[in-house]
């Protein structure tokens, strides 16, 4: 028993399939992501990020049957994110209505919605060749997964590092984080609290209907485009800001650990290893439940998250 | 006369006719207000007097029903805090602006509008601190900061706006004795030598008589009275400040008033500090015969790695009144939380009259006879939504149910006995708990907490936001139940308050106690030593 368990563990590690995998998950992961982190930086936990990312899933699918033109596909997918996520601005940040209760509502919205709709516009998926960078590419166990991605996925390298500049760099980032921490000294500082809270919000439905329509169109699945294709991805993207404690880089870290485990349920089959389907099938969500037990210490995140702003409320 | 004789000098800023409402209830009506170049106004007023009303109007937080605000002879309308910074108004906020998980310079740079540029910014940082002799470091998170640096940037940040207007609200109540001192070195030097216009609200006496050059007191939000602070006296400012004659002494807490009594006829003086002495020392002998009834022994609380209470020792005795002193923030809303069994203590001990309490349960503390007036009445001290009856009633419900039901009829008849002995306002026993005064709202949770007949009575920063007339009724219960031989915790952060009502006072700084004074060796100067961080050996050592 230990001794297969070891030699499994032998297995996955030395599997390129494996490494390829975890990335790929990760990196989608990572559009969510980093975008959930800037809106909860502002203040909001967005759970809505779901529905965006459905939205940019299901809009790049059709836009890319429709156009056949991946990169206006990525275009039309990061438009649907920013769409969702005015409705999900406006109602909580603006009517001032629960941004839990929204965000729920908005989650179950958007996903039936596409379901219907992909019953009239059928969505087709998944076509970019991966781009091979020559010779890294053929670096072992991690040359594949690091340099021999479809291009959609190399996007993550400049939005990292954008993402930061905009948050740690810009006005506007230092009144973001001004605002998820203390809203009312941002209000007397004379800074429009629901207003930055809107546009970070803005900023994460664009992300991650990047990130849906990168899923997509980047050949994660091995079956076409589905009405529940995110599978609850944006709700993993919470789960990995809150493990990597509201930083950037940790955020990163915490989408290569859910990767790796959406990439396991994938592989194991494939290297012949016989697992529950279930199981398999529930492990990253298993491991975000326990990572957000042991993460989610109040120390770390922006004093203000989650908590509404009324003017005149102190 | 105002003006009479003097240059005349035009106004930085000039309020007519200006009133705002609130639904019913008028917070300024009707103030006229001018502010002049090279002078610092001083705006002195209880609480609801309406000066934060005021001068948030200034601000541009709140827009005014009616008036004009004209700056330099022109008539503009504020819209918001940075047209205000736009037109040169600047304020220090009585709870500060900043943002702690920022850095100092992030935090000055927050609501510019200019280029956002770090090195910049820090630049200025520093030639402003430079220049004010404001030490402070711009790199530093100011979530590590102390109460007195905070202050020091938020004076920072308004100042290098070169605002001609600088409005400091109610700026001490968050700083020791000797950082006080130092900020109004600061304002003096920023009066003097550049001109400005500054505007300082204060509900104290003291320093508005120390501080300042001309005197606006505001009463139920009007004018109430102006005069050159060289032709004031506290009496007068008192009187007119209340409305009626009230005695400085006995209203010391109220008006932040003990040095100014201090100060009076020498020889008088030392004929009442005499007989107060030879009476206190009766007393004193004989309380500390009395048994020890509260006592917290080597009390440890920590959380998320930052040690709140450190090894935090107190003992109170029957009869006795022991004020614990501090600048907020140091470990009174623990103390409080923990008294109101509402935190877990990593280490040490609570007991009352030798019996043990289990810490973290529900309700240990107050089984064991512990009555809590908490320091926020609406956040932990009732239910604004309930009737004044239920608010009564509600820490013991059982007393006025049967088999699990509440007995209507026996709660209003125990809420009707308890807003006659203690004097409670109310259309009646079914009001609603919100439309109740603060003092009133106040004296519902004393008449529940003393209703109980504790052993111990826990009075956390009891007069807070209350007028002179409830803190003065405050006062006089807490000695009654003193007297009646309850042991009175008595934590605030108000000197004057601790001064006029304790037998005995311990000093909380960073969660642990770093001296205990007898009521007849605390002076002003002693516990302001210890206010700022300053322990008993060190300072004795100082003086000597």
């Given at each position: 028993m230990i001794a297969s368990a070891a030699s499994a563990v032998g297995d996955v590690l030395s599997s390129e399939a494996m490494y390829q995998s975890a990335m790929r998950f990760a990196i989608v992961l990572a559009f969510a992501a980093v975008g959930e982190w800037i809106a909860?930086?502002?203040?909001?936990?967005?759970?809505?990020?779901?529905?965006?990312?459905?939205?940019?899933?299901?809009?790049?699918?059709?836009?890319?049957?429709?156009?056949?033109?991946?990169?206006?596909?990525?275009?039309?997918?990061?438009?649907?994110?920013?769409v969702v996520s005015l409705v999900q601005a406006h109602l909580s940040h603006q009517l001032s209505i629960d941004q839990f209760v929204v965000g729920l509502t908005l989650n179950l919205f958007v996903l039936g919605l596409a379901l219907f709709l992909d019953s009239r516009w059928e969505a087709v998926t998944s076509v970019v060749k991966p781009t091979k960078v020559p010779l890294l590419h053929d670096l072992p166990l991690v040359g594949e997964a690091l340099f021999g991605q479809p291009w959609p996925m190399y996007l993550i390298v400049p939005v990292v590092p954008m993402a930061w500049w905009l948050v740690f760099r810009t006005?506007?980032?230092?009144?973001?984080?001004?605002?998820?921490?203390?809203?009312?000294?941002?209000?007397?500082?004379?800074?429009?609290?629901?207003?930055?809270?809107?546009?970070?919000?803005?900023?994460?439905?664009?992300?991650?209907?990047?990130?849906?329509?990168?899923?997509?169109?980047?050949q994660i699945s091995i079956a076409g485009y589905e009405g529940g294709h995110v599978g609850l991805k944006g709700i993993i993207a919470i789960a990995a800001v809150i493990f990597g404690g509201w930083t950037l880089r940790g955020t990163l870290i915490g989408c290569v650990l859910f990767g790796y485990f959406f990439a396991l349920q994938q592989t194991l089959p494939v290297l012949g290893y016989r697992i529950n389907a279930q199981l398999a099938a529930s492990l990253p969500y298993i491991v975000a439940l326990l990572v957000t037990a042991v993460f989610a210490t109040r120390t770390r995140q922006p004093r203000a998250l989650a908590q509404p702003f009324v003017r005149g409320l102190t | 006369m105002e003006g009479a004789g003097a240059v005349a000098l035009a106004p930085a800023v000039r309020l007519t006719g200006v009133t705002k409402r609130y639904g019913p209830v008028v917070a300024c009506a009707g103030v006229d207000l001018e502010l002049l170049p090279g002078e610092v106004h001083g705006i002195l007023g209880e609480n609801g007097a309406g000066k934060s009303t005021l001068m948030k109007i200034l601000i541009g937080l709140v827009?005014?029903?009616?008036?004009?605000?004209?700056?330099?002879?022109?008539?503009v309308v504020i819209h918001d805090p940075q047209t205000a910074a736009e037109l040169g108004i600047g304020m220090v906020h009585q709870h500060l602006s900043l943002v702690e998980a920022l850095t100092v310079w992030e935090n000055v740079l927050l609501g510019d509008a200019s280029k956002f540029d770090r090195s910049a910014a820090r630049r200025q940082v520093m030639e402003t601190a430079e220049h004010y002799g404001l030490e402070i470091d711009p790199d530093r998170r100011v979530g590590e900061l102390s109460a007195g640096l905070r202050q020091r940037v938020e004076?920072?940040?308004?100042?290098?706006?070169?605002?001609?207007?600088?409005?400091?609200?109610?700026?001490?109540?968050?700083?020791?004795?000797?950082?006080?001192?130092?900020?109004?070195?600061?304002?003096?030097?920023?009066?003097?030598?550049?001109?400005?216009?500054?505007?300082?609200?204060?509900?104290?006496?003291?320093?508005?008589?120390?501080?300042?050059?001309?005197?606006?007191?505001?009463?139920?939000?009007?004018?109430?009275?102006?005069?050159?602070?060289?032709?004031?006296?506290?009496p007068a400012l008192a009187k007119a400040m209340v409305g009626r004659d009230v005695s400085l002494r006995t209203n010391a807490a109220a008006f932040g008033a003990i040095d100014l009594i201090d100060q009076g006829d020498p020889a008088d003086q030392a004929v009442r500090?005499?007989?107060?002495?030879?009476?206190?020392?009766?007393?004193?002998?004989?309380?500390?015969?009395?048994p020890?009834?509260?006592?917290?022994?080597?009390?440890?609380?920590?959380?998320?790695?930052?040690?709140?209470?450190?090894?935090?020792?107190?003992?109170?005795?029957?009869?006795?009144?022991?004020?614990?002193a501090g600048v907020e923030g140091n470990g009174q809303r623990e103390l409080g939380d923990l008294l109101s069994s509402l935190v877990t203590l990593d280490g040490g001990s609570v007991s009352v009259n030798g019996t043990t309490a289990r810490t973290g349960r529900a309700g240990c503390m107050a089984d064991l006879g512990i009555g809590v007036i908490p320091e926020d009445r609406h956040d932990s001290g009732c239910v604004l939504d309930m009737s004044v009856a239920e608010n009564l009633v509600l820490d013991r419900i059982g007393s006025t149910a049967r088999m699990g039901?509440?007995?209507?009829?026996?709660?209003?008849?125990?809420?009707?006995?308890l807003m006659r002995e203690f004097d409670i306002q109310a259309a009646g026993p079914d009001a609603p708990f919100g439309s109740l005064s603060g003092g009133n709202q106040q004296r519902v949770v004393l008449a529940r907490e003393l209703g109980?007949?504790?052993?111990?009575?826990?009075?956390?920063?009891?007069?807070?936001?209350?007028?002179?007339?409830?803190?003065?009724?405050?006062?006089?219960?807490?000695?009654?139940?003193?007297?009646?031989?309850?042991?009175?915790?008595?934590?605030?952060?108000?000197?004057?308050?601790?001064?006029?009502?304790?037998?005995?006072?311990?000093?909380?700084?960073?969660?642990?106690?770093?001296?205990?004074?007898?009521?007849?060796?605390?002076?002003?100067?002693?516990?302001?030593?210890?206010?700022?961080?300053?322990?008993?050996?060190?300072?004795?050592?100082?003086?000597?």
């Open positions: 909860e930086r502002a203040g909001t936990l967005n759970i809505s990020i779901e529905a965006m990312m459905i939205g940019g899933a299901y809009s790049s699918a059709v836009a890319w049957g429709a156009f056949d033109n991946v990169p206006l596909a990525l275009l039309i997918g990061v438009l649907m994110g920013v006005r506007w980032g230092l009144e973001v984080r001004s605002v998820g921490d203390n809203p009312q000294s941002a209000d007397v500082s004379g800074i429009h609290v629901n207003r930055r809270r809107r546009e970070a919000i803005m900023v994460a439905g664009g992300c991650a209907g990047l990130g849906g329509g990168v899923l997509v169109l980047g | 827009q005014p029903d009616e008036g004009t605000v004209e700056l330099g002879g022109r008539e004076l920072i940040k308004c100042l290098r706006r070169d605002p001609k207007i600088l409005i400091l609200d109610e700026p001490t109540s968050v700083l020791t004795p000797a950082e006080s001192e130092q900020l109004f070195t600061t304002l003096r030097d920023v009066v003097a030598a550049e001109q400005r216009a500054v505007a300082l609200v204060s509900h104290k006496l003291a320093e508005i008589l120390h501080a300042t050059d001309r005197i606006t007191i505001m009463r139920q939000g009007r004018v109430a009275e102006r005069s050159r602070t060289v032709e004031a006296t506290a500090a005499e007989r107060d002495e030879a009476e206190a020392a009766v007393v004193a002998a004989d309380r500390a015969a009395r020890v009834v509260l006592s917290i022994d080597r009390a440890r609380l920590m959380r998320d790695g930052v040690t709140l209470l450190d090894d935090l020792s107190i003992e109170v005795r029957a009869g006795e009144i022991v004020g614990v039901l509440i007995d209507r009829k026996r709660m209003r008849a125990r809420a009707v006995e109980h007949r504790p052993t111990v009575l826990v009075a956390a920063q009891p007069t807070r936001g209350l007028d002179v007339g409830a803190i003065e009724y405050m006062s006089n219960r807490l000695r009654a139940a003193a007297e009646s031989g309850i042991a009175v915790l008595l934590i605030s952060t108000e000197l004057e308050e601790i001064l006029a009502l304790s037998s005995r006072i311990v000093v909380l700084s960073r969660g642990r106690v770093i001296g205990e004074l007898d009521r007849r060796e605390a002076t002003s100067e002693r516990l302001g030593l210890l206010l700022g961080g300053v322990g008993i050996d060190e300072s004795t050592g100082a003086s000597a």
